[in-house]
């Protein structure tokens, strides 16, 4: 059977047409961008150049509004720390949602150790946010509220038109993770309403060790990272352009692309989800249509989602059980808890996620092996 790979949440391949763009800044072009000579400055040419596709990806107003990191981890505890701390006289507040990935969560959590306040706001079982919670919670203290476009356990994506309505009208700033979304669906920043969105190279087909963090013009943040005064001040640190400039050609591939790769997949995705719940005890997890279109999770009773990835992989079909940020732990996933599943049924989880090389071809023989799979484990489950 074909290798099949189904994880690409997790991480994705570099697009061979980004890596062919992309390695000449690991060869003659050498400069460092922060040097006045040719060579230096045809390098900060090559940052500016992504810098402005990355932000046609979002529809930002200027790429100017454009900050590149390390990765969205990074961006995402800039935009945090760097804006809670910053603009503190505005309040000691900051708020998430439950099913935020642990690179919001763990920062907000930090701050509690300067006297702020963090609070969660709850999901319903489709992990869609509860607007009538966000609008209890958030106060005219809350200087950030952190809420990811889509999640990337369940694929949900949320209202965030709404979201930064209710933010705007309550307290201050609105953060995005646009993580799991960017290039899947269209995001206008703008027409949306955000003051602070992250993204990630690595999940747009681009290089790892490059994220960016968009912040609408007029919001003000304390650097996290100190150091030279690159990025505006704001991300200390010589650029690593062949990353930068890799995610930047990703980016206008993504927004060129955009809309016929995510109906291919999404077909693909409906059937798999269509084949897979004819499994006896299986459960789709997050919303049925408001999705991501690459995205299908489902969870199984009686047995344990990390028997389930080891033997797809024995078929040579990788998938995940959830965040690979969180994989390391025996915990139940965060995000199932927050839908309102028991540990016992969150621990049966199961998430494919589609990518470029996959195709309709591909899914009786994904289902099949599903199949197996279930009824093997749970023959020999002391829960079935």
Do not use: W
């Not at 505005?90 to 930090?110: F, R, T, W, Y």
């Not at 979201?163 to 009208?169: A, C, D, M, R």
């Amino acid at each position: 059977m074909e290798k099949i790979y189904l994880d690409h949440a997790s991480t994705m391949p570099v697009d061979l047409r980004v890596l062919e763009f992309a390695k000449q800044y690991l060869g003659s072009e050498i400069g460092n961008p922060s040097s006045l000579h040719s060579a230096g400055l045809e390098a900060m040419r090559a940052i500016e150049a992504a810098r402005e596709k990355v932000a046609g990806l979002i529809n930002a107003e200027d790429e100017k509004n454009i900050i590149f990191t390390g990765g969205a981890t990074e961006a995402n505890n800039l935009a945090i720390r760097g804006t809670a701390q910053r603009n503190i006289g505005l309040g000691k507040e900051v708020v998430a949602s439950a099913i935020e990935h642990i690179s919001v969560i763990n920062p907000m959590k930090e701050l509690q150790k300067h006297e702020f306040t963090f609070t969660q706001v709850p999901v319903d079982n489709t992990g869609l946010l509860m607007l009538d919670k966000l609008k209890e919670i958030v106060t005219k203290n809350t200087v950030v509220t952190s809420i990811m476009y889509a999640n990337n356990e369940i694929g949900t994506i949320e209202p965030i038109k709404e979201i930064s309505e209710i933010v705007h009208e309550k307290g201050h700033y609105l953060h995005v993770d646009a993580t799991a979304a960017a290039g899947k669906i269209h995001i206008d920043v703008q027409g949306d309403g955000i003051d602070l969105l992250s993204l990630s190279s690595n999940d747009l087909y681009g290089p790892r060790g490059a994220g960016a963090l968009y912040i609408k013009p007029g919001v003000k943040l304390q650097p996290v990272m100190l150091g030279g005064g690159q990025e505006r001040g704001l991300r200390a640190g010589t650029e690593n352009i062949f990353a930068i400039a890799g995610f930047g050609e990703a980016a206008l591939i993504a927004k060129t692309e955009l809309a016929e790769e995510s109906s291919r997949l999404q077909a693909i995705r409906d059937k798999l989800i269509e084949d897979i719940l004819k499994i006896d005890d299986s459960y789709l997890t997050g919303h049925r249509t408001l999705r991501l279109p690459h995205h299908a999770s489902f969870r199984f009773s009686h047995i344990e989602g990390e028997s389930i990835l080891l033997n797809m992989d024995m078929y040579d079909i990788q998938i995940s059980t959830g965040s690979a940020c969180s994989s390391k732990t025996l915990e139940a996933s965060h995000v199932l808890l927050a839908i309102g599943l028991k540990h016992e049924e969150a621990h049966g989880s199961m998430v494919i996620t589609l990518g470029t090389s996959n195709s309709m071809d591909q899914v009786p023989g994904v289902v099949k092996a599903v199949k197996e799979t279930v009824e093997r484990l749970r023959k020999l489950s002391p829960l079935a």
